[in-house]
């Protein structure tokens, strides 16, 4: 049999075992309930849905899927390999953490800990337990350290590239208490992606399936020929990157989440590969890479909170924090961080000034705006009797705006209930009904 059909057969039994593997049809699910949450805070804060969760859930799927391939053909050309309890073991940590925080499902945080508990395993030394804690114990001390990070790196480098390339899908604006108690805006970025990795699985020659490469075969750079059987194992593993910004606007924070991600995923990349032949730095690796991306996190919040807040209430005009997406708004080429000076000629500093300057003229909307470079802008906009009244714009919040009393990122167990979700979200009925006004415009 040639390679050709080797690898063809190979590649085939791979997908055929991710369509029944139930972990795949997990993360799908996870997917699923991560993005329906994001819609259904949009809601309980705006009134509104920015964009349908069904597509960010395409765009975190087929995001994801390219993401898998890429690292699946790294990693077998470089001969990293996982077994079946690698998998279940990731998963297993994966869900702990994203109990505590959605943040966490990242691979970067599971194959951490998976790793230390290695080799703090292989520190202690075999044990002698009850049955069932032994075989677990005895699947860690066969885990492989150097491949799990490894292959993190590898899909760490993938995510952050996901969220140059997908980031704007993922982000989404919100109301939160600043300093002394005032109202600001922000952004929220929640990525999310499913990847289904394709990777080799060393078993015995005489397993169903099983293949061994003759010694004349391309082999990969780590493996090598020789009796070792393989299989090619469906390892569906979750990514995730998240954030919170008040100073930026949604592009420079997407940039600058993607650049951090990127820079330190390559430097453990390059730590790990180095372990296969320098062995110590495979405590590096493993502990560096979970301490790493945690303090670049607390780093982020601490100067967050040191910085100006972008989207506050203004002395003049009124700042745009985000546009819905197919809404008039945007062909009107309005966009978030724009200022509003102007409605129909008439100046405007506060939503009710503006619902007025907007009500002298039904049938026609001029607005002038401030881009962020400070340039002058104009957008207008005739306004028909069957189109929704609203032109799609989302303002920075006033005084009395639904907001998050002390924004929190959502545990797993927080996806769930809408009546949860609504009641972490500050303004009074009465409020609402007195003032009759919204940011939404």
Known sequence: MGNIELWLILIGKAILSLLI?????????????????????????FSVRLQPWLKRYAYAAAGGLLAALAVSIIAVLLGFTFTAATVWWLWGVSIILMLIRLRFVSIIYSASIVSVLNLAAHA???LELEQDLQRLYESLLALQPVNILVVASLLS???SLLVRWQGKHFISPIYMSGKRGKIIGGYVLQSYWAAPLLLFMPVAADEAGAVSFATNAVQPFFLTAGP???????????????GMTQSLGPASF?????????????????????????????????????????LVHAINRWNESKRA???APLDKGLRVLAIIDHSPAVHMGIEAGDTVMK???VPVNTLDELYAAMSTNPAFCKLELLNVEGELKFAQRARFADEHHQLGIIMAPDGLAKHFENYREPSLLALFGQGKLRRKLTRTSATIETTGTSNTL
Request: aromatic letters at 14%; a positive charge; hydrophobic letters at 55%.
């Open 228 to 242: 070792e059987a393989w299989l090619l194992l469906a390892c569906p593993l979750m990514l995730g990157v998240t």
């Open 157 to 159: 480098i993938a995510q």
């Open 309 to 311: 807040p972008r989207y």
């Open 124 to 126: 202690i030394g075999p």
């Open 343 to 345: 409605a129909n000629g």
């Open 21 to 45: 593997q139930p972990l795949f049809y997990a993360s799908l699910l996870l997917l699923v309930i991560m993005y329906t949450y994001r819609t259904r805070m949009e809601r309980a804060m």
């Open 254 to 294: 997407i940039k600058r989440v993607s650049n951090q991600w990127l820079i330190y995923s390559i430097l453990f990349l390059m730590i790990s590969l180095g372990s296969w032949w320098v062995e110590p730095l495979i405590w590096v690796a493993a502990i560096g890479m979970l301490v790493s991306f945690e």
